[in-house]
């Protein structure tokens, strides 16, 4: 049985398991809502991504409802609704606290805007509903009684593995160019290829992308990231020239070779450290932002040395400057930001120094922050990963370094001024000091020396020190 075979037996499988048991699958308030729907005259349904998830064995994050009754005669049936959508058909239920949508079957007119139909139009006929929606995965239906309702075959292109548009993909991008990222957000998600036609598409058509919001490709991005196939759907961002449209500069590292210490060029060794995230428990958005920019600069950072070596002197620091453009032009949060480039400007951190002291540790500690050495370690983990030396990934040295960073980190020790025995007002009141930069100043001292030696932070010790600093700069 080959994996096409066994995907269809497995469909199969779940088309028949969800008609057993649809009353159990689908939520009690659901149900409510649908049956309410047909005892009022109408059809209804639940339709589209609730429909994919629970046919690939996911776990449905809403519930969309379709009917043939008109947005007026929907709202007289139930006793609270919110008119979220009313012109396009769309109404909230409300059933106690969870609000679900029930959308009227619609055609819709032509995109000039490439983001809205010019109109729309209500109609009785479920099939042409399912008509206008994007992949033919998406067009899929599901009654009460757990009949699939499929129509432009998504069943089958589930179990051959590869995202087809519904009619001819150039007609559905031009509608709505955003469709072309979640064309590969679908691949990256559900483990699948882009159709030839939906990927010749991808590629004639990349430009249409600069119409669309960055915030809208910015949702479809970090999903394409959070996926279990990242690498996959970045490649196809790439070869469709998607990518070139909104994040150029990731894309210059493609083919650019590296040193002794790396297998792979710019672009592989990201690819397959960004993969190697999805390994590490708890790695989050900004991580793997961080790992998927951490080299961004390299190519533009190139040196060749007199003996052919390929040095990327200060990538870390230019690449935490075009990780920041990068962010900032998909307008992500200043939180997000600030994380990522923090990473991607101290990556390096950990790379020269397998044999350094634990005063050392602790003072990359307090410099890269507590908070972020964690994150730090996990960035390593995954840079390692993408090296693809028989090193990788992890190289001894590297590893015995992390497990003393473990140990440093389980002390009782001060990493920041925080941490330490005293503050401000103990400098002011000890040393006899006016509030001024000298405070600060004594303070850095003390956090230097108790870096260097863990045993000084006492407060006794601290402030007989604080008298001898005070008096010195007197």
Not at 144 to 173: C, K, M, N, Q, S
Not at 203 to 231: H, Q
Not at 307 to 336: I, M, P, Q, S, W
Request: charged share 30%; glycine share 8%; proline share 4%.
């Amino acid at each position: 049985m080959d994996i096409i075979d066994l995907r269809r037996a497995m469909l199969r499988w779940r088309g028949l398991w969800l008609r057993w048991f649809a009353s159990a699958v689908v939520p009690p308030e659901v149900k409510g809502v649908l049956r309410t729907l047909e005892e009022g005259g109408g059809e209804a349904v639940v339709v589209g991504g609730c429909v994919r998830d629970l046919m690939t064995g996911r776990r449905p994050e809403d519930w969309d409802v379709a009917t043939s009754l008109e947005p007026d005669r929907v709202r007289r049936l139930f006793s609270r609704t919110i008119p979220t959508g009313i012109d396009h058909g769309t109404v909230t239920v409300m059933v106690g606290e969870v609000g679900i949508e029930v959308t009227t079957y619609r055609t819709e007119g032509a995109y000039t805007d490439r983001r809205h139909p010019d109109w729309v139009h209500f109609s009785s006929e479920l099939h042409e509903d399912l008509a206008r929606r994007d992949f033919t995965f998406n067009a899929m239906a599901l009654t009460v009684g757990g009949e699939i309702i499929d129509p432009f075959d998504g069943l089958e292109d589930l179990a051959r593995g590869r995202v087809v548009t519904v009619g001819r993909a150039t007609d559905r991008f031009a509608e709505d160019a955003l469709r072309m990222v979640r064309a590969v957000r679908f691949a990256a998600q559900l483990d699948m290829e882009l159709a030839p036609e939906a990927h010749r598409a991808c590629t004639e058509m990349s430009e249409g992308l600069d119409a669309v919001s960055r915030e809208r490709i910015r949702y479809e991005l970090d999903r394409i990231i959070m996926s279990d196939s990242p690498a996959r759907g970045f490649e196809m961002l790439r070869e469709t020239g998607l990518l070139e449209r909104f994040w150029p500069e990731l894309v210059e590292g493609f083919g650019v070779e590296q040193n002794r210490h790396h297998a792979f060029t710019v672009w592989e060794h990201t690819m397959t450290s960004l993969q190697a995230t999805v390994d590490i428990e708890g790695a989050d958005l900004a991580l793997r932002l961080a790992v998927l920019l951490h080299d961004v600069a390299k190519p533009r950072c190139l040196e060749i040395g007199p003996g052919g070596e390929r040095h990327f002197y200060n990538h870390h620091v230019v690449g935490a400057a075009v990780a920041r453009r990068l962010l900032k032009r998909l307008r992500y949060d200043n939180r997000t930001i600030d994380r990522v480039t923090h990473l991607t400007r101290h990556h390096m951190a950990l790379h020269h120094y397998p044999q350094m002291k634990d005063s050392a540790i602790r003072r990359l500690i307090n410099r890269v922050g507590l908070e972020n050495i964690h994150d730090l370690i996990n960035l390593r983990i995954a840079d390692r990963a993408g090296s693809g030396t028989k090193e990788a990934p992890l190289s001894r040295g590297t590893v015995y370094l992390l497990e003393r960073i473990g140990r440093v980190l389980e002390e009782d020790a001060a990493f920041g001024l925080g941490d330490l025995a005293v503050d401000g007002k103990d400098v002011m009141r000890v040393g006899g000091l006016e509030p001024g930069p000298q405070v600060g100043e004594i303070l850095e001292t003390l956090l230097d020396e108790v870096l260097e030696d863990p045993a000084l932070n006492e407060r006794s010790i601290l402030e007989k020190r604080i008298e001898e600093l005070a008096r010195a700069r007197s």
